[in-house]
């Protein structure tokens, strides 16, 4: 790395320092874990792409939920923007699609299409009310890269 790549990188941990609110002490236990190094220097899409979750199917969502319905929008660390979300969305529906943004935080990680994942279907944990629930939804998870000036905006609000 270049001196001018490794001041950019400095930058980087700083503002990452900056944003965590890490002590010097606190950011040296972070930066000693290889993994996190490798987050940070390595994995861009944390920073320049957000998750979605959205609705595919819906069948009397008590929450309201309809396909096409994004429940869901995060920033790649997993903020959720909720000004681009429905005004209710179901907590059990966003817990449920967890393991799928855990999934794509692997594939961040390692800087792979965050779109290739095998799995990116999921639904609700409600079952329907013909099997004893009250509603349900099938929900599909993706990546979406964020144009660059959104993510300055993104990074003023904390990314």
Same mark, same amino acid.
């Given at each position: 790395?270049?001196?001018?790549?490794?001041?950019?990188?400095?930058?980087? @941990?700083?503002?990452?320092?900056?944003?965590?609110?890490?002590?010097?002490?606190?950011?040296?236990?972070?930066?000693?874990?290889?993994?996190?190094?490798?987050?940070?220097?390595?994995?861009?899409?944390?920073?320049?792409?957000?998750?979605?979750?959205?609705?595919?199917?819906?069948?009397?969502?008590?929450?309201?939920?309809?396909?096409? =319905?994004?429940?869901?929008?995060?920033?790649?660390?997993?903020? #959720?923007?909720?000004?681009?979300? !429905?005004?209710?969305?179901?907590?059990?529906? #966003?817990?449920?699609?967890?393991?799928?943004?855990?999934?794509? @935080?692997?594939?961040?990680?390692? =800087?792979?299409?965050? =779109?290739?994942?095998?799995?990116?279907?999921?639904?609700? !944990?409600?079952?329907?009310?013909?099997?004893?629930? @009250?509603?349900?939804?099938?929900?599909?998870?993706?990546?979406?890269?964020?144009?660059?000036?959104?993510?300055?905006?993104?990074?003023?609000?904390?990314?």
């Amino acid at each position: 790395m270049d001196k001018e790549q490794q001041e950019k990188m400095e930058r980087r @941990w700083k503002k990452f320092q900056d944003i965590q609110g890490y002590t010097d002490e606190e950011m040296a236990i972070f930066r000693s874990n290889p993994e996190y190094v490798r987050i940070i220097e390595y994995a861009p899409k944390f920073i320049t792409h957000r998750i979605i979750v959205e609705v595919v199917e819906a069948h009397n969502c008590i929450a309201g939920h309809k396909a096409g =319905d994004r429940i869901a929008v995060m920033t790649g660390n997993g903020h #959720l923007i909720t000004e681009e979300m !429905p005004k209710y969305v179901c907590a059990f529906a #966003l817990f449920a699609s967890i393991p799928r943004v855990y999934a794509m @935080w692997e594939r961040f990680h390692e =800087d792979l299409d965050p =779109d290739g994942m095998l799995f990116k279907i999921s639904r609700c !944990p409600d079952v329907g009310c013909r099997r004893g629930g @009250w509603g349900e939804i099938v929900m599909k998870i993706y990546a979406e890269e964020v144009p660059k000036e959104q993510r300055v905006k993104l990074g003023a609000a904390k990314e």
